[in-house]
């Protein structure tokens, strides 16, 4: 119980902090700091939203952008909150995010799934959750897209996220081999502003069954898959963006088969300050559940 309450504590003090440091960039926008704010310099939508895993990307998958909007000489942050909605489960997601001078982002992300009634059938219990940490690290290599306007040449972006489940006896009963495990990844992402175009394509070296909520490796596999994750969202105006998302998945687990995802979503941001996206997800089958699709919604607030 003391570490369940540790945990929501570190969420929600991440989680006000990066409010409060918002509200000190909104003041700074408005000029009542008495100085230029030293934040807020790259394009509206150009740094991504959060993905599920606390990155800057799309709603599935990272991007190799770094989160914010800050520039080269300037920090950018982001906080966000997540809800997915299927037929038979729901998973609250919330973290945080800073991006440093282009260059380096660090975020960290809490994921709550609950199994609901599926939960009772498996001999849980009605409503059993799942708690799982991602920490996260991603540097950009080379490139630049928004400015590399006039090459071909994408922004590349090496990541990693660490995550760590909170029952660990239960993933290891259902055939993982472990409750924690880290992902690797390489991402390059182009925006072609002329044409309101962005394109993202990543391979994440991973053993995560379920994104990690049931453990890593298992019974089938143990060892590090490549699996392709790409994204292409089109500008509708400065505010708005539609876009896909396509996401591969590794099959390690005997007892629970594991499909690739897919979503379409819409974004809107009315300002640098506050972003909304809604999406169709489908995740195909989730344990003894197939077919699971559903509304994915999340709000960011951030500069």
């Known amino acids: 119980m003391h570490k369940h309450r540790m945990s929501r504590a570190i969420a929600l003090g991440g989680l006000a902090l990066a409010g409060a440091l918002v509200s000190l960039a909104a003041a700074a926008d408005d000029g009542s700091s008495g100085a230029p704010a030293n934040v807020s ?17 799309g709603g ?22 997540t809800r997915v909605n299927t037929q038979d489960y729901h998973l609250d997601d919330a973290g945080v995010m800073v991006g440093l001078y282009n260059r380096v982002e660090v975020s960290f992300a809490q994921q709550r ?14 409503g059993f959750t799942f708690k799982q940490n991602v920490i996260g690290v991603k540097v950009r290599l080379f490139g630049d897209a ?26 290891k009963y259902v055939g993982a081999k472990r409750s924690q495990g880290t992902d690797y990844y390489i991402s390059a992402t182009k925006l072609f502003l002329s044409q309101s175009l962005l394109l993202d394509a990543t391979v994440r070296f991973t053993k995560a069954n379920q994104l990690g909520i049931l453990g890593f490796g298992g019974d089938k596999n143990n060892s590090y898959q490549a699996e392709f994750e ?21 099959n390690n687990l005997g007892i629970a088969r594991e499909d690739n995802w897919y979503d379409a979503f819409v974004a809107w941001a009315p300002t640098k300050h506050v972003s ?20 994915y919604a999340s709000v960011q607030v951030g500069f």
Do not use: C
Not at 232 to 238: E, G
Not at 276 to 295: E, F, M, P, R, S
């Open 276 to 295: 909304l996206t809604l999406a169709y997800a489908n995740l195909g089958n989730i344990v003894i559940k197939d077919n699971q699709h559903g509304l």
């Open 60 to 81: 599935l998958t990272p991007w190799a952008v770094i989160g914010g909007y800050g520039t080269n000489d300037q920090i950018g942050a982001n906080a966000f909150y």
């Open 41 to 57: 310099g790259k394009l509206l939508l150009t740094g991504g939203v959060s993905e599920i895993g606390g990155s800057a990307g």
């Open 113 to 126: 799934f609950d199994t609901e009634k599926v939960g009772g059938l498996l001999g849980l219990g009605d």
């Open 230 to 250: 790409g994204s292409a969202a089109y500008l509708l105006s400065r505010n708005w963006a539609i876009g896909a998302e396509y996401r591969q998945k590794p």
């Open 146 to 171: 928004v400015l590399d306007q006039d090459s071909w040449m994408p922004q590349v972006s090496v990541g990693m996220q660490y995550k760590k489940n909170n029952q660990d006896a239960v993933v």
